[in-house]
């Protein structure tokens, strides 16, 4: 991500979320090893390349994506508590974020939409 982007990423997440939310997330961030942080992003990179491998041959509501949406949840949520809320504004960044977008087609064309409906999808359909 450039320079640019990384500061409307941090813009649209505190408007998003709020700075309380956006500093906890960010000082968890900062406590980790370096080694945590790379289990984290490694977690994070299997679970978005499974769903943007399912995504050809799965609805973004089907039984295993929905299950693969419940691991990012759960993952995300590690770093800042997630609920509801969050959750649909996470994915409304996802799909919104031009360098997000990016970001994800690199995974599979189309994936930021796919993955946004499938958060949504999960935030109004499960308990959190």
Do not use: C
């Amino acid at each position: 991500m450039t320079e640019d982007g990384k500061k409307r990423y941090k813009k649209d997440t505190i408007n998003r979320y709020g700075k309380k939310s956006f500093r906890k997330a960010d000082k968890k961030l900062k406590k980790m090893s370096g080694p945590e942080w790379e289990n984290y992003q490694a977690n994070l990179n299997n679970i978005i390349q499974e769903i943007a491998d399912s995504m050809d041959k799965n609805d973004y509501n089907s039984k295993k994506v929905q299950k693969l949406i419940l691991k990012h949840f759960k993952l995300v949520g590690t770093l800042n508590p997630t609920n509801k809320e969050s959750y649909i504004e996470l994915a409304n960044l996802y799909s919104e974020h031009d360098d997000l977008i990016v970001f994800f087609d690199n995974y599979n064309k189309g994936l930021a939409n796919y993955l946004s409906k499938a958060m949504i999808y999960f935030a109004t359909n499960n308990e959190n």
